[in-house]
């Protein structure tokens, strides 16, 4: 009996003490508020790839709406008498398409067009129809709109209508509104010339900037974004908005790169641009990925004025991207693609132009175009990128010799805009060890660095910004994402190791002042590049667990770092960690600790927090991301597979509050304790 009793108490101890060993005390300091959490801490980058922009955000759903692209008839099918002409009413796109008798009276003379794979329209929504046309000869005529379903086994292909009555020889945009008749993801737009009352012969017709909007765009603006993906834009709360790129900044070559200048104006007439990421990639390849531009640098803006957050455009330095520009045979830059040191001027006075644009009253030449389009305030700008991706050698330092002469002239003439440079595609390496240095040296006001990396990185790199230089330049983390090794999509472990190194982002607040998630947006049937935070069709969205993680972060950022350590240490998933990851925050304005833990392991783990500075009982809400199956990911049919979950838990203690929980494996939890 006594044996039996002393056997019990000590596998009890045992018990007791292995249970006490794997405890997972953290020490929060609730006493010191550190660092602040900049406001611009999460933020999103958007880059038109995946058909972001052209078939995703922006609205439009027509095509090659202006007949610009290289092959003027791309995205559309003619029938009956169509010729293309280019001496129309826009200077900077100034095609067109004439339409004339068939030579026939039953014969039809039109154009269709298929939209970005697909035009989505639902049933009982409004749509906008508008065109710039004429009738060069004179008189009058009619042209039938129809949304089709060329595929339709039904009585009838219509599927949505309207008429439009063109009259006289000059330019005039004519607009028309109508309503689906039922949901078809996949429709095209036809329009055909039919004689304008009984007996009157067709007249020839020129049609220009042939357009379709949904009525309920974000915020119901006409040139407006498609409502549910801006949304989810909103709901991210983001704090800084990174535009245009990314490689299209640059360019494939400098003629190609992203002006700025042509995004703006009326949106008729901005230049059509190509988007590298039709050809970058062979085994995704989109011949007809071209940028109108309709979402340009006024649009950009506009929205971060709509979301409260601060933008952060990026511009051409004069180098054309590297990637596509170094010279195989010699290992060496062709220089011949970028812009000379001396002949810089002109991309100096866009980027100095680009802040007049953003800024400058309504006296300035660029403060005028910014005023004339509808926002006579200035935007607030405070901060600029020189550059994307750029590199260079320690014999040849193309990018920061280009990158003095811009922050020479940007300095002098606006002494506030923070400055931000890079250190190029490589999170270590030649390349980010050659330029970081450099970055402090230039006296950039932040760096941008770049990591697409798999879940080994991520699982390392816990204590990446503890090691920062803390007398540098501030930190940008402008693109990342865990890039699943030989699982290219996103799945949810990818997403709990983002959210497992983003407790390092946060616990380095004093230096990591942004981080973007990249890219934002991709169209299902048109991607180049994945993983991506939200996917869309033509009619319906879903946003990836990543998404929910950058969400979840932007949303309980607080308001500066606590202390949190584990036996003395930051928990950053260091070999004796047991996969786990934390930081705290704790939020002045709404009086909140804010602990965010993530066990990557496949273990559940028992947490027990020490909330040293708060005594007695404490509510506290959870927010949870959590899956059983490490492959599992949310898609358009089942949008809501892994979501945060919402919970309670307690704090409580008569010296200090401790919260005790068991923590399930694979699991990314926060904990947002009442102070
Ligand atoms: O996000 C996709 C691409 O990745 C960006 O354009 C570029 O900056 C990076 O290489």
């Not at 996949?186 to 949904?214: W, Y």
């Not at 007809?288 to 957050?309: A, I, N, T, V």
């Not at 933008?311 to 330095?317: D, E, G, N, T, Y």
């Not at 030649?430 to 970055?439: A, G, H, R, S, Y």
């Amino acid at each position: 009996m006594k044996l039996q009793f002393l056997t019990g108490a000590l596998a009890l101890a045992t018990s007791l003490s292995v249970s006490a060993q794997n405890q997972h005390v953290m020490d929060i300091n609730t006493f010191k508020a550190g660092a602040p959490v900049q406001s611009t801490m999460y933020g999103i980058f958007f880059e038109d790839i995946n058909y972001a922009a052209d078939g995703g955000l922006y609205a439009e759903k027509i095509k090659n709406r202006s007949f610009e692209f290289p092959q003027s008839l791309m995205g559309w099918r003619t029938f009956g008498n169509v010729e293309v002409k280019d001496d129309g009413p826009f200077e900077n796109c100034p095609h067109y398409v004439r339409l004339s008798y068939a030579g026939h009276p039953h014969k039809h003379t039109g154009i269709e067009n298929e939209g970005f794979f697909g035009i989505g329209i639902k049933e009982g929504d409004e749509y906008r129809f508008s065109v710039w046309a004429r009738c060069p000869q004179g008189g009058k005529s009619t042209i039938i709109v129809q949304v089709v379903d060329n595929s339709s086994q039904g009585e009838t292909q219509e599927q949505a209508s309207c008429k439009v009555d063109i009259e006289g020889s000059e330019w005039k945009k004519y607009t028309a509104t109508f309503k689906g008749i039922v949901t078809n993801p996949k429709a095209s737009l036809r329009i055909f010339l039919r004689p304008n009352g009984q007996g009157n012969p067709i007249v020839t017709t020129d049609l220009e900037h042939v357009s379709l909007f949904p009525v309920d765009t974000w915020k119901g603006r006409e040139n407006g974004m498609r409502k549910d993906l801006a949304q989810a834009l909103y709901d991210m709360h983001p704090g800084v908005f990174r535009f245009p790129g990314g490689c299209i900044v640059e360019g494939t070559d400098l003629e190609s790169r992203y002006q700025w200048k042509n995004s703006v104006g009326p949106v008729e007439n901005r230049k059509l641009n190509e988007n590298r990421w039709h050809y970058t990639f062979d085994f995704r390849f989109f011949p007809d990925y071209y940028q109108s531009y309709g979402l340009g640098f006024f649009e950009y803006f506009q929205l971060c004025e709509d979301f409260g957050c601060d933008a952060l455009p990026v511009i051409s330095c004069g180098l054309a991207c590297q990637f596509q520009n170094e010279n195989k045979q010699w290992g060496k830059p062709d220089m011949e693609a970028h812009c000379p040191v001396d002949k810089l001027q002109p991309f100096i006075d866009d980027a100095l132009d680009l802040i007049e644009f953003a800024n400058g009253d309504k006296s300035t030449k660029w403060g005028k175009v910014r005023a004339d389009m509808g926002h006579p305030e200035p935007f607030n700008l405070k901060f600029l990128a020189v550059g994307n991706e750029q590199w260079e050698t320690a014999d040849n330092p193309i990018f920061t010799e280009r990158l003095k002469k811009f922050s020479d002239a940007i300095r002098a003439k606006y002494p506030n805009i923070k400055l931000i440079g890079t250190t190029g595609p490589d999170s270590e390496g030649e390349k980010f060890d050659l330029l970081q240095p450099k970055m402090k040296t230039l006296g950039v006001d932040l760096y941008d660095e770049h990591f697409y990396r798999p879940e080994t990185w991520f699982l390392a790199e816990g204590n990446r910004y503890d090691k920062y230089d803390r007398k540098g330049p501030k930190v940008f983390a402008g693109e990342y994402a865990c890039h699943g090794k030989g699982k290219k999509w996103n799945h949810f472990e990818a997403s709990l190791l983002e959210a497992a190194f983003m407790t390092g982002i946060e616990r380095n607040a004093d230096i990591v002042h942004m981080a973007t998630y990249a890219p934002l947006f991709a169209h299902i049937d048109g991607w180049q590049w994945r993983p991506d935070a939200i996917w869309f069709d033509n009619l319906r969205s879903f946003k990836s667990v990543s998404y929910y993680v950058q969400q979840i972060y932007a949303m309980n950022k607080g308001t500066n770092v606590l202390s949190l350590t584990m036996n003395k240490k930051p928990v950053a998933g260091n070999p004796d960690q047991d996969g786990l990851f934390a930081s705290a925050v704790v939020d002045t304005k709404e009086n909140l600790v804010i602990v965010k833990i993530a066990n990557t392991s496949d273990k559940d783990q028992d947490i027990k927090l020490n909330l040293n500075g708060l005594k007695g009982n404490h509510s506290v809400e959870t927010i949870t991301l959590s899956s059983s199956d490490m492959d599992a990911e949310n898609t358009l049919d089942n949008p809501t597979k892994i979501v945060p979950q919402k919970g309670s838990a307690k704090a409580d203690g008569v010296k200090v509050s401790v919260l005790t929980d068991k923590l399930p494996a694979k699991t990314f939890r926060v904990y947002k304790i009442k102070k």
